[in-house]
């Protein structure tokens, strides 16, 4: 069984910083694709950022610039470094593997349960 734990979500100011992080907990053989989608109220979940085993990345174009994804393997993280925040960034963030239990296997996704970010203005 694995879980995603996000943490860093909180409240800023507009022009702020803030860095999620994501650790899955249980034994997986491999993590190829992690990520970060957002939902903000009233509208569908949307992707943020991905970045793949070998540390390719994308990013949706409002956040280009601002946001930067990485991960540190070893202890199965992802993080999303948030800079130049606005108040259009509010939303519950959400964290993203795709888990492979085997070499064979195919991967899994799993999800983490959010964790909200509030710009003020």
């Known amino acids: 069984q694995v879980q995603l734990v996000e943490s860093g979500g909180g409240l800023v100011q507009a022009g702020g910083s803030l860095k999620l992080s994501c650790a899955a907990s249980?034994?997986?053989?491999?993590?190829?694709?992690m990520g970060w989608y957002r939902q903000a109220p009233g509208k569908q979940r949307e992707l943020v950022a991905t970045?793949?085993?070998?540390?390719?990345?994308n990013y949706a174009d409002s956040v280009k610039g601002r946001f930067t994804v990485s991960r540190y393997n070893a202890k199965n993280t992802v993080y999303l470094q948030m800079d130049s925040l606005k108040p259009e960034d509010t939303a519950v963030y959400y964290c993203?593997?795709?888990?492979?239990?085997?070499?064979?296997?195919?991967?899994?996704?799993?999800w983490g349960k959010g964790t909200r970010v509030t710009v003020s203005s």
């Open positions: 993203q593997f795709d888990v492979r239990f085997s070499s064979w296997s195919n991967g899994m996704r799993y």
């Open positions: 249980g034994s997986v053989f491999s993590i190829d694709s």
């Open positions: 970045i793949t085993s070998g540390g390719s990345t």
